[in-house]
């Protein structure tokens, strides 16, 4: 069994090349699994376009980007120090990404419409944003790539967990496109219930609401299939893990604030745009993929904004709050809600003080466990039908 998978994969974003690698490895338990090395159009003009690949200066052609890309070139002249760590980092991610995800050749869009990948059995696309306008072209709201448009009638298609990203906003011609391009899928999968409550109805067949992939994996798995050391500690001492990755909130500021306050810990903070507001606070800007995995496993307590921050939280069973993010708190909420965590997310600085810092796992592991072995199973039953 041939199995191809087409996800976003190669921009510097611990959840992003984390999600790939959990969906291929899930995928290998059935299969000969190859990421479709899909080299993307870059769409400079949107201010949210995933254009981030592993790069050193990051650059972007329009008005809200282009301090930030200033930003970066005065930190090549003026700040060595951040270049270096930055050219680090893009060096670990790279190293992860050659070592971990099986790579096709690199290919265009072009390319993948003439059929250059085009022998393999099945194919997957999920999960992340693959079908938000994050990825948008320049002629329409999505990427049809990501909606497996280049595969032929023969070969199987199934999505796992895909994302339409903060909101399902289409159009009714663009309801109309989505419908088309998935009327030919073997399955459907999504992360999010909201996309699963639009998409449902629109294909007048059932969607499946399943787990990031990110999950499907145990803490020990994890630790397993990447060869970490387990007893491995990077950070010595307690610490409170700041994982941040759209912006320093007022409501971040608070509950870091509170929480320090709280346990008299040391701040670990994990983010690019870090800006000083506390005392002992450890700045990590180097960190690869794995040193994420380490600094989560080891961590005493964790404040995120981040929907894959809140997955490994949950997964590596530690003591957490959910901030709410500028924009994507869907992905998050749709979690903490079908694991029972709800009360583990906070939009509002009054409700900080309530949150427990002592809790139970126990019910949110038995559903998590449940979610996992119907989200693995919609993956064998299908692929198996496949095979068969």
């Not at 096709?104 to 696309?125: A, P, W």
């Not at 893990?241 to 670990?268: C, D, H, N, R, S």
């Not at 506390?278 to 995995?293: L, S």
């Amino acid at each position: 069994m041939k199995i191809a998978l087409i996800t976003i994969h190669d921009i510097t974003n611990y959840g992003t090349m984390l999600q790939a690698f959990a969906t291929k490895e899930i995928l290998s338990r059935y299969g000969e699994v190859e990421t479709i090395n899909y080299f993307r159009p870059r769409n400079y003009f949107h201010p949210r376009s995933f254009n981030n690949r592993l790069e050193v200066i990051r650059f972007r052609l329009n008005i809200r980007n282009f301090r930030s890309t200033i930003r970066n070139l005065r930190l090549v002249k003026y700040d060595i120090s951040q270049f270096k760590d930055r050219s680090q980092l893009i060096r670990k991610f790279k190293k992860f990404l050659k070592s971990n995800l099986n790579l096709t050749k690199l290919v265009t869009r072009h390319e993948l419409q003439n059929g250059v990948i085009n022998d393999f059995n099945v194919y997957v696309c999920g999960s992340d944003q693959i079908w938000s306008e994050t990825l948008r072209t320049n002629d329409e709201k999505f990427d049809r790539i990501y909606f497996l448009s280049f595969v032929s009638k023969k070969a199987k298609k199934i999505s796992y967990a895909s994302s339409m990203g903060e909101c399902c906003r289409f159009t009714d011609s663009e309801k109309a496109k989505v419908k088309d391009l998935l009327k030919d899928f073997k399955a459907i999968s999504v992360r999010e219930s909201d996309a699963q409550e639009m998409l449902s109805p629109l294909l007048e067949r059932e969607v499946f609401h399943v787990l990031d992939p990110t999950l499907l994996l145990t803490k020990e798995e994890w630790f397993e299939t990447l060869k970490i050391d387990k007893s491995y500690r990077s950070i010595k001492e307690d610490y409170i893990l700041v994982y941040q990755v759209v912006a320093i909130t007022p409501l971040i500021k608070k509950a870091v604030e509170f929480f320090v306050q709280k346990f008299g810990m040391k701040v670990v903070f994990l983010g690019h745009k870090f800006e000083s507001f506390i005392n002992e606070v450890i700045h990590i800007k180097d960190a690869g993929p794995i040193d994420f995995i380490e600094l989560f496993a080891n961590a005493n307590f964790v404040i995120t904004d981040s929907f894959h921050g809140t997955c490994f939280s949950v997964n590596f069973k530690k003591p957490f709050v959910s901030v709410c993010p500028v924009r994507g708190a869907n992905r998050i909420e749709s979690l903490l809600n079908l694991l029972g965590l709800e009360n583990r997310f906070i939009d509002d600085e009054k409700n900080i003080h309530k949150l427990s810092t002592d809790f139970s796992y126990e019910l949110a592991e038995k559903k998590l466990e449940e979610e996992r072995a119907k989200s693995i199973k919609f993956l064998r039953s299908n692929i198996e039908k496949v095979n068969g």
